[in-house]
């Protein structure tokens, strides 16, 4: 039996565990973040932590909300908001326990807390985990939705139980402006197409629905800073928690299991003060789209790629299918010749290098991501990922087939089965409307291509539709391994139409 985690238990994990080596009860809150799943406490959550233990600043504690899991809350409130990261490579691991959490509350139970929290003079920055979907951004025009239905429900209620969290947000920053105090900045740390602006675009469009007058002030007064941010975190499973205490003698309800490798760039661009993380390795850059697009394209294209390809092969998580060697080449060659050679230069961004790390990660046998969690949500993601490759591909002559196999194995993937029969759960906003077109229409990717604004590119393209079939065709005919193979041995090389 491992020993509970929590503030009196503490001392008691410092030969297995690295413990915080500050003074907790000196920390105040002075970030608010919402999201708070794995990502967040393997993340940032870890830098502001690092931070404390320099003694640089005692003011940035975070006070986490969620969105949808209560029993995120009953886990961390139990550990009085401590757990532990450990940390894989493929040789060791290393456990810590991170302590730059002071509260946490679930929004659906505890509304005006939460905005109390969000108004509270001491949070100068809002930070966000909520994914591509909470951003309510219509997928062709960027604009937000107003017509949502979460987004409609809030602009209706009448109280502070909120189901979006630029309802949260708009409502504090009212507080603060009634009140005359200064605004908090917000900073998405998702992996959505240039994260500040599309705060900026979600927020701003949201209050105006409700105060133009409160729209102009957050317009003016309120900054977005965008960030770039990368580590693997896998969704935490039963196997880790046992795995975990058996390793470290920590009975922790709810730990985190990540790489070693973290990353973080940040545009410098905050209203009400930042903490100072260039102290513990994050990169402050006038301009972070460049690196953004080197990761979104390369890391987050490649997952998209394998987390198809992978599940229709009969895998289940990442390290099994990159063992694979067609598919390991596959996933190499894709980022070699099709994605980097679309990739603008970055001064002291070692483009190749870059490639051999993610080779890496996405290989190391010891934080293997589930392949469902890399295929969730692909009506968000291939639009902000794989997609913008295979457009810039044709359009500039150059070779995409395999840019081509992965867009069929996602339509391969929504008619919800593989290639023995075993049914695939399609996690997605739009499952039913994808799943039904697809298991209709089979090999034919026109109906898809017809159907849905994300294709909007692509769409009339007729050589290209009929490429997309035939790779299609080759998934159901050949499988995967043959689809590939044929794919990397160039009896394919569809190139460009202009």
């Given amino acids: 039996m491992g020993i509970p985690l929590n503030e009196e238990m503490l001392p008691l994990h410092a030969k297995a565990l690295t413990l915080p080596t500050y003074d907790r009860s000196t920390i105040t809150p002075g970030i608010v973040h919402i999201g708070v799943g794995g990502f967040h406490r393997a993340h940032q959550a870890v830098y502001l ?20 899991n209560r029993q995120m809350k009953d886990a961390l409130l139990a550990q009085d908001c401590l757990y532990t990261v450990v940390e894989r490579s493929a040789d060791r691991e290393i456990g810590r326990v991170i302590g730059s959490m002071c509260h946490y509350l679930f929004a659906p139970e505890e509304s005006r807390q939460v905005v109390a929290a969000l108004a509270d003079e001491r949070t100068r920055i809002v930070s966000l985990t909520i994914t591509g979907d909470g951003y309510h951004l219509r997928s062709d025009t960027k604009e937000f939705d107003d017509q949502a239905p979460e987004v409609t429900a809030d602009l209706a209620g009448s109280n502070q139980s909120f189901s979006t969290v630029w309802a949260y947000l708009a409502e504090a920053l009212d507080q603060r402006r009634r009140e005359g105090r200064p605004p908090f900045s917000v900073m998405s740390c998702d992996n959505v197409a240039d994260n500040g602006r599309a705060a900026r675009t979600a927020l701003v469009s ?9 729209a102009r002030w957050i317009e003016q007064n309120v900054a977005f800073p965008a960030t770039m941010v990368d580590r693997i975190t896998p969704k935490t499973t039963a196997h880790d928690r046992n795995g975990i205490e058996q390793a ?6 709810w730990p985190v299991v990540t790489e070693s490798f973290s990353q973080w760039v940040m545009e410098d661009t905050f209203c009400a003060g930042r903490p100072a993380l260039e102290e513990v390795g994050v990169e402050l850059v006038s301009d972070v789209a460049p690196h953004k697009l080197v990761k979104s394209r390369l890391l987050n294209g490649s997952h998209c790629a394998l987390g198809y390809l992978g599940l229709l092969a009969g895998y289940q998580k990442s390290q099994q299918a990159m063992r ?16 980097a050679a679309l990739l603008p230069a970055i001064a002291g961004l070692d483009v190749q290098q870059y490639q051999e790390t993610l080779l890496e990660r996405l290989a190391n046998p010891h934080v293997s991501d589930q392949l469902s969690r890399l295929a969730a949500r692909g009506s968000t993601k291939m639009p902000s990922y794989l997609l913008p490759s295979l457009v810039e591909a044709r359009a500039q002559g150059r070779p995409h087939a395999l840019l081509t196999l992965a867009l069929a194995a996602w339509m391969r993937y929504l008619r919800g089965y593989d290639f023995t029969g075993r049914p695939l759960r399609i996690e997605d906003p739009r499952a039913q409307q994808l799943t039904t077109i697809a298991k ?41 391994k043959g689809a590939l193979g ?7 090389t569809t190139t460009a139409t202009g």
């Avoid at 932590?49 to 003011?59: F, P, Q």
């Avoid at 694979?324 to 994605?339: G, K, S, T």
């Fill in 440 to 480: 209709v229409a089979q090999n034919n990717p026109q109906p898809l291509l017809d159907g849905f604004d994300i294709f909007a590119e692509l769409r009339g393209d007729r050589q290209f539709a009929e490429s997309l079939g035939r790779s299609m065709r080759d998934l159901d005919r050949l499988g995967v």
């Fill in 49 to 68: 932590d690092d931070l404390a233990a320099k003694g640089v600043s005692s003011s940035w504690g975070v006070v986490g909300v969620g969105m949808h």
């Fill in 486 to 492: 044929r794919a990397l041995s160039g009896a394919d």
């Fill in 206 to 214: 949201f209050a105006a629905l409700r105060d133009a007058s409160l």
């Fill in 324 to 339: 694979d060697p067609v598919i390991y080449q596959y996933v190499e060659q894709l980022m070699r010749e099709e994605v």
């Fill in 248 to 253: 470290f003698g920590v009975a922790d309800r």
